[in-house]
């Protein structure tokens, strides 16, 4: 990826000046939220939240009874589904 001249001025009269894009400077984190049980269905949800980025993940599970012949084995079985792409959530999904 090739990086043209004003992007590199850009980035270096930042650095110069001791400053971010967002005005943050150089050594000032973004913030950092976690919240815990923000979906209703799933009570082992959370959000987390890194400046302007927020990920939501849920997990739910249930417990079921092994087979009579297996009875000392169990099974773990998980789904993983992801968005390809994002956009702002809608508050309402959100519990607050």
Do not use: H, W
């Amino acid at each position: 990826m090739s990086v043209g001249a004003f992007e590199k001025k850009f980035v270096v009269s930042g650095i110069s000046d001791g400053i971010r894009m967002d005005g943050r400077s150089l050594r000032s984190p973004r913030s950092i939220t976690i919240r815990a049980n923000t979906v209703d269905l799933s009570p082992g949800s959370v959000t987390v939240s890194y400046g302007d980025c927020c990920v939501t993940a849920g997990m739910r599970m249930d417990l079921q009874k092994p087979a009579p012949e297996r009875a000392d084995e169990g099974i773990v079985d998980f789904y993983v589904s992801m968005t390809s792409v994002s956009d702002r959530v809608d508050p309402e999904l959100l519990r607050k």
